[in-house]
């Protein structure tokens, strides 16, 4: 009987185990119980809501403008061998290609949405139509990285269980480590470059692939969209199951107008639940009288059971990013003439080749093809060479989109990529 017992608790403490865990309210009552932080942060939330009411007042959006952001990934317990070194750039590399897709509809699993989008007459997916960037130049001084590397980190910066770093301000910065005792990772409701904020993730839910020694993305949660949940937070996303108390969505729960009000998690996966039917899934899908939104990117599912967020989201991270956008450092990614002049790339779309031109010889590039997925396709080297014309054979390639990598000593250079 007593083995009986020990069996059942081990087997809940497991299923506890394995259910997404945030710590965002623990770091918004910190901010809350102080006076200083408190005041800095409503001063922000004030200036958020003028940006929020001029967006939707307006009900403007240029499609031509992409929200370009500087990033920094620092892995505080990593040792430095260059073996190790190139092992993390790349996973690092992995879970921004994973953000690049998540935060601009591009996921390959968003066409999931057509089969369950009639339950949801009221909500359309969203696009912030934002490229996150790995810094390349002009790196903090200390920081030993090299001109032209890209900015991340080993065993130097937001050490311990510090949460922002002077040094790193300017930057939306990354870090990977142990979270907290059963917390994926956390992020402050609403974060700020200038304080150096970070956003933490556990060392087993970042990024996507085969991960490196000790840091190995680990399913359910292997998909890298642990940090697409709290990057939400960030840019000032809510859960959606906050509440469902009071008349108006502007101002009650999430304060998303086109998110079903909840007042409970959606936890696992269920495919029974996938399309979601009324009544099932565990909890059940219907709270507060609404189908509840469970691909969503703020709500608690496992990771390939979340593929979206809503057109009110993208509007509410639109705002909050308006309020500050002059916060991150506009001098430590690729150069204007380079993103701009220094090379093309075609046909696009494709029919499984292309070609990149540059206007000058570069002394040596490398050009990454990744999924939206975040799953690299093609990788290459090119050394001291003179070519100004390079041809990349994707003829195993299946039909889709897909994003390019072009890095060189002027930066990193990512363009999207369309095979027939």
Known sequence: MKLKLLFVLLAIQVSFAQHRTCGMQQQLQAIMNDPIKRQVYLDQQNKFDVELQKIQSNAFRNANIVIIIPV???????????????????????????????????????????SVSANYPDTNTGNLQVQFVLATQNHPAGSGIAEGTVAVTFGTDFLGTNDTDSTWSGYLNLVCRNAGSGILGYSPLGGSPTAGNCVVISKASFGSGSGCTGYVPTAP????RTLTHELGHYFNLDHPFVSCDGADCNTSGDRVCDTPSCNQPRYDCNA?????????????????????????????????????????????????????????????LANEEFLQNQFSLYPNPTKGSFTIAFKDSLNSYSVEVFDVTGKTIYENNFAQSSNLVQTINLDQANSGVYFVNIKSDKGLVTKKLVIQ
């Not at 073996?83 to 750039?89: E, M, P, V, Y």
């Open 221 to 224: 949660y292997n998909l890298g």
């Open 72 to 114: 920094a990934v620092h892995f505080p317990a990593v040792a430095t061998t260059s073996t190790i070194k190139a092992c993390f750039r790349a996973l690092a590399q992995s879970q921004i290609n994973v953000l690049n897709a998540d935060y601009n509809g591009a996921n390959a699993d968003i066409s999931n949405w057509a």
């Open 272 to 332: 029974a639940d996938n399309p979601p039917t009324p009544g099932g899934g565990n909890p059940p899908l219907t709270t507060c009288g609404f189908l509840q939104l469970t691909m969503n990117y703020m709500d608690y599912a496992e990771d390939s059971c979340m593929y979206m967020f809503t057109a009110g989201q993208a509007t509410r991270m639109q705002a909050w990013y308006n309020s500050i956008a002059g916060q991150f450092k506009t001098n430590v």
